[in-house]
């Protein structure tokens, strides 16, 4: 996007201190895109880089960042919010888009302070709701055996409703078929849907269900699909130490991987009974 090599793009983080990337557990840099883009647009300004960084760094942060999208949703503009969100999709992914930028922008918005939303981030709520809505239904069919039951917690204008769908829409875009349900569904009828779904994993989310609650779920799931592999995101679970509940941690698109990653350790999945007949009804 530069048109300069890696070499060169660390000496200036070293030199500079800009662009400042994030580092991945594996020590990767993830770069901001805004600070690329605006540092692209300086360079070709001033055809120098020490002025260049400078000039990046007073303009701040570019148009698709988590703060001018959170004004946005703070002035109730939706024209100016969707067109933020398009800006964001041209140069990330939708994963990214999702987890590093509309998230952070509503979690901008939350008061933890208090159980009654504020009506800037309501609002900011139920249109990240909607828009995620619109991304799953325009995910393609799903294209492999294993199922994921999600089992979400919460209740409206929780945080951990929004990040529960987005998981939802990042896993069928990895092609694994979803059904996210509530556990304040009667238990003793839940066999039909875990028939339709043969679920290889469970996932639980959301902080409002008590362990009583979620224990007779797993077992209504367990006594029809068999034993299959349980996650906690985002804290569903108490972590006593002694749990046996898989952690695939706070943020979606992470969580995502790991259990794609958990998937890919176990092949056996591939051949088991719930896989085959699913399989089978597909075709």
């Given at each position: ?43 070709a300004e001033t055809h120098n880089v020490s002025s260049a960084i400078s000039l990046a760094r007073d303009r701040g942060e ?62 900011a709520w139920r249109h990240a709701t909607g828009w995620l809505s619109a991304m799953k239904r325009l995910s393609p069919p ?95 679970v108490p972590d006593t130490g002694a749990s046996t509940v898989s952690r695939l941690g706070s943020r979606p698109a992470a ?29």
């Open positions: 996007m530069l048109g300069v090599s890696a070499n060169t793009l660390r000496s200036w983080e070293r030199r500079y201190g800009f662009p400042q990337p994030r580092r991945s557990p594996g020590g990767h840099r993830h770069y901001a895109l805004y600070e690329i883009e605006t540092l692209r647009s300086t360079l570019g148009p698709s960042s988590p703060s001018r999208l959170a004004a946005a949703l703070a002035d109730f503009d939706e024209t100016k919010i969707n067109r933020l969100l398009e800006e964001s999709l041209t140069l990330r992914s939708l994963e990214r888009t999702v987890d590093e930028l509309l998230l952070m922008a509503v979690e901008a918005l939350h008061d933890p302070e208090t159980d009654q939303p504020n009506p800037e981030y309501e609002f799903a294209t492999r055996p294993e199922g994921i039951l999600i089992f979400d917690a919460s209740t409206h204008a929780d945080l951990d409703a929004l990040h529960a769908q987005a998981l939802e829409v990042m896993l069928r875009r990895a092609g694994l078929p979803t059904l996210l349900l509530t556990p304040r569904i009667d238990a003793s009828r839940l066999g039909r849907a875990v028939r339709a779904l043969q679920p290889a994993a469970v996932i639980l989310t959301g902080r409002r269900a008590s362990l009583d609650a979620i224990g007779r779920l797993m077992y209504a799931v367990r006594s029809t699909a068999g034993e299959l592999t349980v996650f906690d995101f985002r804290g569903a969580a995502c991987d790991l259990l794609l990653e958990k998937l890919r350790e176990r092949p056996a999945l591939a051949g088991s009974p719930a896989a085959l007949a699913t399989a089978a009804g597909r075709q």
